[in-house]
């Protein structure tokens, strides 16, 4: 079902942050995430600029965080694809070795 394939993909979003080791930390309690709209923050406002930067050159965009809660915000409605989040994993992988 799409409620299936939407908490697969949230889970691989979220299991990516909560492997992180801190790197990036979820807004949310675990028990209150959203399935649609995944929000995390990095160490500094500049990190998290640098992360949507990097991200928007290989395709991801629209990753820029609430304008006055800031942090990064993936949205992952209904027909975004699970490739784009693993995608967006891959990067997320990438990115947290190259800056830790």
Known sequence: ?????????????????????????????????????????????EMEKQFADEASKIGLSGLKGHRTVGGIRASIYNAFPRSGVETLVDFMDGFAVRNR
Do not use: C, P, W
């Open 1 to 45: 079902t799409i409620k299936e394939k939407n908490e697969e993909k949230a889970a691989l979003l979220y299991a990516a942050i909560d492997s992180s080791d801190g790197f990036y930390q979820g807004h949310a309690e675990r028990n209150a995430r959203s399935a649609m709209n995944v929000t995390f923050r990095l160490a500094s406002e």
